[in-house]
């Protein structure tokens, strides 16, 4: 787990850490171990408006890239064996936030939040937006 702000880290270093992120990711969920918080109203709700299922949206999450970073990699969530990235890609045209977390103690990757993002999300690497 990455313990410390990416604030101090150079952006090819940032990226790396965002590329490593979604490796694990695509690899955890190889192993079907990627799962949704699909108890989340806002996530369910964002899923009925896009008229996708929850494995079109596994498929959105396997192919997000460095392009779809918004920010995050290198904070640690409430949890110690959970890091976080989030991201924000284009779903039929509207913005949706995904905020994806490694749980390590539990050997899986779980998406909390898939919904219609209630703000602008800059993309570091495709916007050149400062996202910390």
Same mark, same amino acid.
């Given at each position: 787990m990455i313990a410390c702000s990416v604030s101090n880290f150079g952006s090819e270093l940032e990226e790396s850490l965002v =590329? *490593?992120?979604?490796?694990?990711?695509?690899?955890?969920?190889?192993? %079907?171990? @990627?799962h949704f918080a699909n108890n989340r109203e806002e996530n369910n709700r964002t899923l009925a408006y896009l008229g996708i299922k929850y494995e079109h949206a596994r498929e959105i999450i396997l192919a997000l890239t460095t392009n779809d970073y918004a920010g995050g990699v290198g904070r640690?969530?409430?949890? =110690? *064996?959970?890091?976080?990235?989030?991201?924000?890609?284009?779903?039929? %045209?509207? @913005?949706?936030?995904v905020k994806l977390v490694i749980d390590?103690?539990?050997?899986?990757?779980?998406?909390?939040?898939f919904h219609i993002a209630r703000w602008d999300i800059p993309r570091k690497f495709r916007d050149g937006g400062d996202t910390e």
């Open positions: =590329e *490593d992120f979604l490796k694990r990711v695509r690899d955890l969920a190889g192993k %079907g171990r @990627l640690t969530t409430r949890h =110690e *064996d959970e890091e976080r990235c989030d991201f924000g890609v284009y779903v039929d %045209g509207e @913005l949706v936030y390590s103690g539990k050997d899986r990757a779980v998406c909390i939040s």
